[in-house]
């Protein structure tokens, strides 16, 4: 496993924009699928995000596509979520996570076996 630490939640207003980073430590960063997901108030986790390790394949959430972009730096352990023109229903903790799949991409939550804290995102309309 890796550990995971999420940065760049906070408070924006609708139609605004935020970057979060997700920074892996702990053992090499090779071969790792990373994906974000989400949990608003009352509601389960949700998908948003995925990437795969050489960041050729992305995966997205019919609710953030064209808004959201997943990239990562491979040489920084670092991955991102853009998140563009945000919505009052992107309210939510969102979370990295991460798990090795040699190339694959994961998309759902029982297929990562490591995981951040979670950092939080308000958008007020």
């Known amino acids: 496993q890796v550990q995971l630490v999420e940065s760049g939640g906070g408070l924006v207003q609708a139609g605004g924009s935020l970057r979060l980073s997700c920074a892996a430590s702990?053992?090499?960063?090779?071969?790792?699928?990373m994906a974000w997901f989400r949990q608003a108030p009352g509601k389960e986790r949700e998908f948003v995000a995925a990437i795969t390790w050489s960041g050729g394949r992305t995966y997205y959430a019919g609710s953030v596509k064209g808004r959201f972009t997943i990239s990562r730096d491979n040489a920084k352990n670092t991955v991102y979520l853009q998140m563009n023109s945000l919505k009052p229903e992107d309210t939510a903790v969102y979370y990295c996570a991460a798990e090795r799949t040699y190339g694959k991409l994961a998309v759902e939550q029982r297929d990562f076996g490591s995981w951040g804290q979670g950092t939080q995102v308000t958008v007020s309309s």
């Open positions: 702990g053992r090499t960063f090779s071969n790792y699928c």
